[in-house]
């Protein structure tokens, strides 16, 4: 690859697409000698157990896209246990006869391999601890492991720009839990998840009345040393993406573009021991040097967002959307919490259901960016400030009184000028019948479209046996050499936070969704007419009726821990 980033990064993506006649570079077998533990621990790190939260049935899940900001709850212990339970922790787990336990989480994962790690940013929190620290979230625990203590001022300048009950959550990726199945595609899949992490945790942090919000300003190097990173090394290093701002919802959205670290934190913790020694993943790594390249030609520094051009993305962060009511629908009375942690992936599509097409609307909506006005988005996209970048194509099969064919939804207006000119010209951009007016569907072609959306998703039935299947089409190489390579992976943040709102979505429908990550890209774009890279199609999902596999044993997500104290009793 060559040095230059954009080059690099455009390589890197055009290398990893799948095509009929050959896959991406992948190990093409599983070696499970060496499969990744998915459990992420810091051995010797001070472990403070979480209490397992009762389910509560209110808030509603409609209730949450409302902009009705009661009281947040309190920021104790068990707010913060509220917050990892319902966005990063275990959901359940599987077990197949005569096999052993798997475990499914809140936040969904590429191959159930889960590259994503959470940590928390916090000053001192009542039932918590009594000192501002750095902690590693653990899954498997339902615990924090305390990594590194700040000093009061440290933290007192740091959070400055945020409203009182303020807390921040990062997070973190390891490429080799998925390149291990997935090879040099697996980049990909790694920020797919991130994007779906930052959904599970906005939904999260919904339930608690609060909202979060993306920190634009702190680089990679800054985040890897916060977090410890800075010291890991060889195949199982954690990687940098993200800081979110937690905050309470009733209050004005904090300028997230005044946080940063400060210098004299950072100096400090060059000098500072972290608590804790990460756990081997595996006995032996098959190295992918492209995985490499691309995120180093990815890194995102502190100054980049200064460098886009006027437009490329919106400066500043939203305004507050948290203020005020304001109806979206008929509240459906489902507990928010009961959908969140319900949600599962569907394996397969039972090739019969039906979608009534006001909630197949009702759903599209959700997807869209409103109101018009991108700088007002509203939840769960005002999470970062900029505008959109993802519009949808999809495959229309089984929605009631809605004829089967090739649909757009133009998530933002600005999208659409653009994607006329990109798509086929005898597309026919046609407003389909009884669609709401601010709802920016076009019916493109009608017919049925099954074999194609099954011959481009890899030849998964899945595509074709549900209600509908889509692509995600993203602003691409114009947009990249405006924005900058840092961009690329936050472009798949998009696509995986539009995923999340699915998954919920068809949960709240009495159906399910599937994410599929392994379609072939340019078979894609040449249905659509696409010609060059303006708009590329980054990851594609399903949604319908699931088929359950009864053979399957489901089995609480703490179980495990409820036996260890009873063995310890006992």
Request: aromatic letters at 10%; charged letters at 25%.
């Amino acid at each position: 690859m060559t040095h230059n980033p954009i080059a690099t990064v455009l390589e890197y993506h055009e290398r990893t697409k799948h095509h009929f006649q050959r896959y991406a570079r992948s190990p093409g077998y599983m070696d499970w000698d060496t499969r990744p533990d998915p459990f992420r621990r810091f051995d010797g790190a001070t472990i403070l157990p979480l209490p397992e939260p009762p389910e509560r049935e209110r808030p509603t899940f409609d209730s949450l896209y409302g902009r009705c900001a009661g009281e947040p709850d309190p920021l104790t212990g068990e707010t913060v246990s509220r917050l990892f339970y319902h966005a990063l922790a275990l959901s359940a787990w599987k077990q197949a006869p005569g096999t052993p336990p798997w475990s499914l989480r809140i936040n969904p994962s590429s191959g159930a391999l889960h590259p994503t790690e959470g940590y928390l940013v916090a000053g001192p929190v009542e039932g918590l601890g009594g000192e501002p620290a750095v902690y590693h979230y653990s899954p498997f625990r339902h615990a924090l492991e305390q990594r590194v203590t700040l000093l009061a001022d440290e933290w007192t300048e740091m959070k400055a720009a945020l409203p009182e009950g303020s807390l921040l959550v990062g997070l973190t990726s390891i490429h080799w839990r998925e390149s291990w199945k997935y090879g040099e595609r697996a980049f990909r899949y790694c920020h797919h998840d991130v994007g779906h992490a930052i959904g599970a945790l906005a939904y999260s942090a919904a339930l608690l009345g609060r909202r979060i919000r993306l920190i634009p300003g702190i680089g990679d190097d800054e985040l890897a040393q916060l977090l410890g990173l800075d010291r890991q090394e060889g195949a199982e290093a954690e990687h940098p993406d993200c800081l979110l701002a937690v905050y309470p919802a009733r209050l004005h959205a904090p300028d997230v573009n005044e946080i940063a670290v400060p210098p004299g934190l950072l100096r400090r913790l060059r000098s500072l021991e972290f608590a804790g020694t990460p756990n081997k993943l595996s006995h032996g790594h098959h190295p992918w040097p492209a995985i490499e390249e691309v995120a180093g030609a990815a890194r995102r520094e502190a100054a980049d967002g200064e460098k886009l051009k006027p437009g490329a993305v919106a400066a500043g962060d939203p305004p507050d959307t948290a203020n005020g009511c304001e109806a979206n629908g008929e509240d459906r009375g489902l507990a928010a919490e009961r959908i969140i942690r319900a949600r599962r992936s569907a394996v397969s599509m039972d090739g019969r259901t039906l979608m009534d097409r006001d909630a197949f609307y009702r759903l599209l909506e959700r997807l869209q960016a409103k109101p018009d006005d991108s700088s007002k988005r509203g939840f769960p996209f005002d999470v970062w400030p900029w505008a959109p970048r993802v519009s949808l194509v999809l495959f229309v099969h089984r929605v009631r009184d809605l004829t089967p064919g090739v649909y757009a939804l133009v998530r933002d207006p600005n999208h659409e000028a653009s994607l006329r000119s990109s798509l086929r010209k005898e597309f026919r951009w046609q407003r389909p019948e009884g669609c709401p007016g601010g709802l920016r569907l076009f019916l493109l072609e009608e017919g049925d479209c099954r074999r194609a959306a099954r011959a481009i998703s890899c030849h998964q039935d899945i595509a074709a046996d549900g209600v509908f299947s889509l692509g995600m089409l993203a602003e691409f190489e114009h947009f990249l050499k405006s924005a900058g390579s840092w961009f690329y992976p936050r472009l798949f943040w998009e696509t995986g936070l539009i995923g999340q709102v699915l998954y919920l979505e068809a949960e709240a429908a009495g159906i399910r969704g599937t994410g599929i990550g392994c379609f072939f890209d340019d078979a894609m774009h040449e249905l659509l007419g696409i010609g060059d890279r303006t708009w590329q199609s980054l990851y594609h999902f399903t949604v319908g009726g699931p088929v359950e596999d009864l053979r399957l044993q489901t089995i609480p997500p703490y179980a495990h821990l409820a036996n260890q104290e009873r063995d310890k009793s006992g």
